[in-house]
């Protein structure tokens, strides 16, 4: 499996990007898309997650609300809507897709190269 995220980019607080991630090889409804984020000096923690049947989606707390995931099966692609951004959102953001029903995990099965959001007060 192959991920490609794109979408991020310099943004202002309160501002709204998406962020693509398009996934392409032995893809499958058995897995489940992830997005993660790293911020500066800290671990990497999970964001969002969504299966690729369905439409219940789990978030963190810390962007619930502010943070829609979502998919297009025809195109094989995962977005993450952002919205009201805050400069502690400022991190590289990174998809993935781990195999099972849960909609969480620590260990996805593959990662994507991160994309840069950097979020200016």
């Known amino acids: 499996v192959q991920l490609q995220a794109s979408g991020g980019g310099l943004v202002q607080a309160g501002g709204s990007p998406r962020l693509s991630c398009v996934a392409s090889g032995r893809t499958s409804s058995s897995y489940v898309m992830d997005w993660f984020r790293q911020a500066p000096g800290k671990e990497r923690e999970f964001v969002a997650a969504?299966?690729?049947?369905?439409?219940?989606?789990n978030y963190a707390d810390s962007v619930k609300g502010r943070f829609t995931i979502s998919r297009d099966n025809a195109k094989n692609t995962v977005y993450l809507q952002m919205n009201s951004l805050k400069p502690e959102d400022t991190a590289v953001y990174y998809c993935?897709?781990?195999?099972?029903?849960?909609?969480?995990?620590?260990?996805?099965?593959?990662w994507g190269q991160g994309t840069q959001v950097t979020v200016s007060s």
């Open positions: 993935a897709t781990h195999k099972g029903l849960l909609l969480f995990t620590l260990h996805p099965d593959y």
């Open positions: 969504i299966r690729w049947s369905g439409s219940i989606a």
